[in-house]
């Protein structure tokens, strides 16, 4: 059974850092795009970047406009892990945090992930 765990939630000021991790039980973990997405208190969940496996065919890496230049997506294969690093944190971006994997490739599509972790909030105060 597919199961991702967020974690490295918590509460920074702003101009400040987190960096979140995302551990999938997965076998073939490379086999999966990774994306993280985020829903604030009464908003959609929203995209805020995707990256799929580095292989020959380059791979692909997608951010959201809002995090373009302060967030980092990466992924450690042999781990399982996909990270965010966010940096210059805003207010906001206080939302929960998702986790989601995707059999197929990389998408800002929540639709298009197969399978998503339980959250980790972040809240960020001015």
């Known amino acids: 059974q597919v199961q991702l765990v967020e974690s490295g939630g918590g509460l920074v000021q702003a101009g400040g850092s987190l960096r979140l991790s995302c551990v999938a039980s997965?076998?073939?973990?490379?086999?999966?795009?990774m994306g993280w997405f985020r829903q604030a208190p009464g908003k959609e969940r929203e995209f805020v970047a995707a990256?799929?496996?580095?292989?020959?065919?380059?791979?692909?890496?997608l951010y959201a406009d809002s995090v373009k230049g302060r967030f980092t997506i990466s992924r450690d294969n042999a781990k399982n892990t996909v990270y965010l690093q966010m940096n210059s944190l805003k207010p906001e971006d206080t939302a929960v945090y998702y986790c989601a994997a995707a059999w197929s490739r990389v998408s800002t599509r929540s639709g298009d992930y197969d399978y998503w972790g339980q959250g980790t909030q972040v809240t960020v105060s001015s």
């Open positions: 997965v076998r073939t973990f490379s086999n999966y795009a």
């Open positions: 990256k799929n496996w580095n292989g020959w065919n380059g791979g692909s890496t």
